[in-house]
């Protein structure tokens, strides 16, 4: 006898599941099952919550086709949305997270990347909702090409008025805290963070990871290691919660990578696993740049690791060569940083890589 479809029942179920792959893969069952059932309330809401999970929890660019989905099919049902309690505010942040990864995306033209960009401030204009989102994705267009051109997006974001769909504030002064940094204005990313530090901002569940992430990669930058240390501990401390969260664990990598072999070793064996399949180029880079420093500063030639069989060099006898590793790393993230460059018509990756040859 066939189940009657419960949209309801799936969702209390999914709810139950780990953060991130486990939801995810359940989600995209739920999708189907709504969509077999033509239940038009549970087709997007699974949608939504799948665009979330990825989001924040695991690999932000497999948000982006069923973002589109969503897209297409709240079109085609334009008149019945508004009954089943979907607005243009939950249509605009589904199309937020849809085109936020195109800038970890290189693969993306770049005329495709700003006709996206294009057609969400289209959007924009049309339901009166998101122009300071919009600006937000102006920055993360021009945050790897042009620091500059991403602080002028980033004055006209904190101009434009909030609405019910701006972005987490929180997350906002985190974002100009990596930029001035970047800038090499200290005293503004200090600014910046103060409301943070003293409570009169509230902080959201990754306030902190950015926080300690920006200070942690300006002092390895700046071959700072004595700054560096507290911030790897803290961020380190913080944890490591999901997939969501390789880049912050690449920091720290980076860190006991020029202080603490034995820590970076047991750091790189246990989260190499997040790589796999992973679609974010910017996370990848972030954690091969940080093994290459690894391998690269090893104090001895060969290193005893237990790895996944899917690692391109996997060992049995998990006996690798060190100067090997460290290669091999050097020469992914150099690829996918000139993917980068390319895309952007910048050098903004070849001299992050350069920061990190000490």
């Known amino acids: 006898m066939k189940t009657k479809f419960s949209g309801s029942t799936l969702e209390a179920a999914i709810d139950r599941l780990p953060d991130g792959g486990p939801k995810m893969a359940a989600l995209l069952d739920a999708i189907h099952q709504a969509d077999a059932a033509g239940d038009l ?30 897209s297409v099919i709240y079109d085609e049902h334009s008149e019945e949305v508004q ?29 495709e990347y700003e ?20 600006w937000w994705q102006m920055f993360y267009r021009w945050q790897y090409a042009d620091l500059q051109e991403a602080r002028k997006c980033l004055e006209n974001a904190w101009r434009a008025p909030r609405d019910r769909i701006s972005d987490c504030l929180a997350c906002e002064h985190t974002r100009a805290v990596e ?16 409301p943070l530090l003293k409570d009169r901002i509230s902080p959201c569940g990754s306030t902190f990871q950015q ?25 380190q401390k913080i944890g490591e919660r999901d997939r969501g969260d390789l880049s912050f664990t690449a920091s720290v990598l980076r860190c006991w990578g020029l202080t603490d072999t034995e820590q970076a070793l047991a750091l790189f064996s246990r989260r190499l ?39 391109a060099l996997y060992r049995s006898d998990g006996e690798y060569k060190a100067p090997e590793l460290a290669l091999w790393f050097f020469r992914q993230a150099k690829d996918i940083g000139e993917q980068f460059d390319q895309r952007n018509r910048s050098n903004y990756f070849a001299d992050d890589l350069a920061k990190a040859m000490g």
């Open 273 to 311: 696993e997040w790589t796999f399949g992973m679609w974010d180029q910017k996370y990848l880079y972030d954690f091969y740049k940080a093994a290459w420093v690894c391998f690269r500063e090893a104090d001895r030639k060969t290193v005893r690791l237990r790895l996944p069989e899917k690692f």
């Open 41 to 70: 309330r549970w087709r997007l809401r699974f949608r939504w919550m799948y665009t979330y999970e990825a989001t924040f929890h695991d690999d932000p660019p497999k948000a982006m086709p069923i973002a589109a989905e969503f």
């Open 115 to 134: 006709a996206m960009l294009a057609k969400y401030r289209d959007l924009s204009r049309r339901y009166g909702l998101g122009e300071q989102v919009y």
């Open 83 to 111: 009954r089943v309690n979907f607005g243009a505010a939950t249509y605009m942040i589904v199309m937020e997270r849809g085109i936020e990864p195109a800038s970890s995306l290189p693969q993306i033209p770049l005329e």
């Open 179 to 194: 930029l001035y940094l970047n800038l090499g204005d200290r005293e503004k990313a200090d600014r910046c963070a103060e």
């Open 211 to 235: 926080l300690n992430q920006a200070y942690l990669d300006d002092a390895l930058n700046r071959g700072d290691l004595e700054a560096a240390l507290p911030y790897a501990r803290e961020l």
